[in-house]
């Protein structure tokens, strides 16, 4: 997380905020899915984090993505805001956060994929047939089953 929350943090300790926060779904041209397994959790997911203050949520899902993935995105798509219950996460040094969460797709994207190796151990591309729900981040999985559906996958 950047300055903006370790801020925040330090004031409220690890009681739950509401975090803004931009995300991408990559795709590339085979119809794969870009994602990182997180070192904190172990579990997949894709690029994304908080907003830093006078960020837009598109800047953030811009750098979140670089310095997540390497990659630049050259055209993001909207697909869908996410928050409430199912936003919340409880991260394993005990911070809580209420996600709002703006998701973008990005099928158009250049850059050498590689990853952040303090937040991510794993980086790769899945078929959406390959995705399973328990594979999944808990405070994403409402998203992915989403997109999954709009990509015609059973979940």
């Not at 907003?51 to 993505?65: D, F, I, K, S, Y």
């Not at 993001?76 to 209420?98: K, R, T, W």
């Amino acid at each position: 997380m950047g300055n903006y929350i370790k801020d925040i943090r330090a004031l409220v300790g690890h009681r739950p905020l509401i975090y803004g926060a931009g995300s991408v779904i990559i795709e590339n041209e085979d119809g794969q899915i870009l994602l990182g397994k997180r070192t904190d959790n172990h579990l997949w997911g894709y690029s994304g984090g908080g907003m830093e203050l006078g960020e837009t949520v598109e800047e953030c899902a811009r750098r979140e993505l670089r310095e997540e993935m390497g990659l630049e995105a050259d055209e993001l798509e909207l697909f869908c805001v996410h928050s409430g219950e199912e936003a919340h996460m409880i991260y394993p040094n005990q911070d809580e956060v209420y996600y709002l969460e703006v998701i973008y797709i990005c099928r158009r994207y250049r850059g050498e994929i590689r990853r952040q190796e303090e937040e991510l151990e794993d980086i790769r591309f899945f078929s959406p047939e390959e995705i399973r729900m328990d594979m999944i981040s808990p405070s994403i999985r409402k998203v992915m089953r989403e997109y999954l559906q709009s990509r015609g996958a059973a979940v």
